[in-house]
C-alpha cells in the first residue's frame, strides 16, 4: 500500500488550494500563489470569473443534463458561436480533449470511407506530440512511455519528426487519410510549428487529397492572441479539436469540421452521454462572451509580448539557466539549462506556478486575464527563482539554493 487511496499515476506536489481568485490561487494554509499555468492552459478566464460563476449557478438551478436525444438550446447556440468565428461548419461537443481528438481522428477516417476510400484510415503524426491519453490517442501521439506495457499499439499512424515537410511527404501512401499535428506542441515543449511550415502542410494535404487535421486543445481558445493558433499562419484546417480553454475550468471539448469533412458523420455513427450538456454549455457560451468582447484578443497578444520580453531579459541576465524562450502569445516556454524541476521548485518557493513539458521546459501559460502589473510581479518572482537555481550566482543575495 502507498499510503493513499488514489491511482500513484500523478507525481504530486505537496500543495492544495482552498480557493482561487482571478490569476491567484489561494492555498490551505492562506499562502497566495501567481497562478502561471492555469490547470495547463484550462482556467483562460482565471478563477472564480463573476461571469462563469453566474451563468453555471444559473444553469445549476434550472437543468443539469438530458440526454443528446434532445434539443439542446445551449448546445445548439455555443456550435454556432464557434461556427461563426471559424473555419468550421460544424461542431460535436465532448468532455475532454482526447475525446475531442478521438472525433476527430473518427470523422477523418469515415469522410474517406463515406467517400468510397475505406482503405484509406492512416493519419500523419509528429514526433514528440500529445494528444492524449486514450488508446488511439497515445497511439496517435506515439510516444514510448505513454504506450509501454498497454499491449498492442493501435494501428494506423506514421509518424515523422516534427515539422519535416519531406518526412511527410515521403510518408503519404494511398492508405493515407489525414495529417495531425499541434500548431504549437504543449506537453513536447512549446515547440511552434512556423508559419511557412503549416502553409506547405496544407498544400500538401490538398495536393494528395489528405485531410489537415489540427490538434488546437491547448493552442486554441485565445492562447496565442487569436481565437486559434493557425488563424496566424492564413490558412485553415478540416478538422480541429479544442478543449481545454473552452471551459473555462469546467470539463469540456469540441472537435470542428468543416460541412465536407465532417460527411461521413451520419446519424447513429458517434455519440456520448455527457458531451454538450446544458451546465457544460452555459459555462461555454460564458467564455466565449468574454472572448469575443472588442479587443480581448489584442490584449491578449500585447500581454504575451511583454511576457516574452520580460522572459528574454531574465534570459540574457542568467544564461546559465535559461537555454531559450519560445512559443506565443500566453502560451511560452522557458527551455532551460538547469533540470527544469529545480526552477519549477524555485518558483514555487517564490510563490508562482508553472508546468514542466519536454525538453527541459517550464510552460507559462497565465490565464487570459492576467493584468501587466501581474505579469511584471510574475517576472520578479521567475527572476528570484532564476537567480536561486543559477550555478554561477550560487544563491546569492543570501537566498537559499533548492533546499
Ligand atoms: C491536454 C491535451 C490533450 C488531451 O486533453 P485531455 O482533456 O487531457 O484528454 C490533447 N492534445 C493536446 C495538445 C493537449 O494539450
Redesign the pocket.
Known sequence: MSGSALYDTYARNPLAFERGEGVWLIAEDGERYLDFAAG??VNSLGHAHPHLVAALVGQAGKLWHVSNLYEIPGQSRLGERLVENSFADKAFFT???????ECAIKTARRYHYAKGAEERVRIITFEG??????MA?IAAGGQKKYLEGFGPKMEGFDQVPFGDLKAVEEAVTPETAAVLV?PI???GGIRVLSSSVLRRLRELCDKHGLLLVL?????GVGRTGKLFAHEWSGITPDIA?I??GIGGGF?M?ACLATEEAASGMVPGVHGTTFGGNPLAMAVGNAVLDILLEEDFFEAVARKGLQLKQGLMALADRYPDVVEEIRGEGLMLGIRCKVPNTDLQKAMREEKILGAPAGENVVRLLPPLIVSEEEISNALERLESAMRAVSPGTDGADGEEKGS
Request: glycine share 14%; net charge negative; charged share 25%.
Open positions: 495547463i492552459a468532455n475532454s480533449g482526447a475525446e475531442a481528438l506530440a500529445f494528444h492524449g491519453r486514450t490517442t499541434e506542441q504543449g506537453e490538434d488546437e486543445v491547448q493552442s479539436a478543449a481545454k470539463p471539448g
